[in-house]
């Protein structure tokens, strides 16, 4: 049996943004699609303002990072859950929604944190005594 990638799935930290407190489960994204969401922060710097071409790209590109969300606790005023939507993210404020974004990327781009290294509270390991040889007397020339 060969070796089978696992999905992964994140959860992003908003800490110290103006989205602290909400909780996005998203999915990983493929190296194609990073490129592809790349092309956001192209359109989002472009001089004179968004064309229609734009504003559709940035429309999909909202749809496409919804359609990654398993999960968030958004709610209403009211209490009600608000549902995934690139709409919804696109009614949020700007820095927000960028910051949200910005978020996945990091966590799927950034390698994981090594493992948690165990101390050896200061002991070490001996093995077993190594026999030695005696060495043998320098021969005359």
Do not use: C, H
Not at 93 to 99: K, L, S
Request: glycine share 10%.
């Amino acid at each position: 049996m060969g070796f089978v990638r696992k999905r992964k799935l994140y959860q992003l930290d908003f800490t110290g943004t103006g989205l602290e407190g909400l909780t996005v489960n998203i999915r990983g994204m493929s190296v194609e699609e990073a490129l592809q969401l790349s092309g956001l922060e192209r359109l989002s710097r472009s001089e004179g303002g968004p064309t229609e071409e734009d504003e559709a790209e940035i429309r999909r590109v909202f749809d496409f990072v919804a359609s990654k969300i398993e999960s968030w606790d958004l709610v209403t005023e009211e209490g009600e859950p608000v549902p995934v939507s690139g709409a919804e993210m696109m009614s949020w404020d700007a820095g927000d929604a960028f910051a949200a974004i910005s978020a996945w990327q990091s966590a799927v781009m950034e390698p994981p944190a090594p493992l948690e290294r165990r101390s050896s509270g200061g002991s070490t390991w001996q093995g077993p005594p190594i026999p030695m040889d005696v060495p043998s007397p320098n021969l005359p020339s």
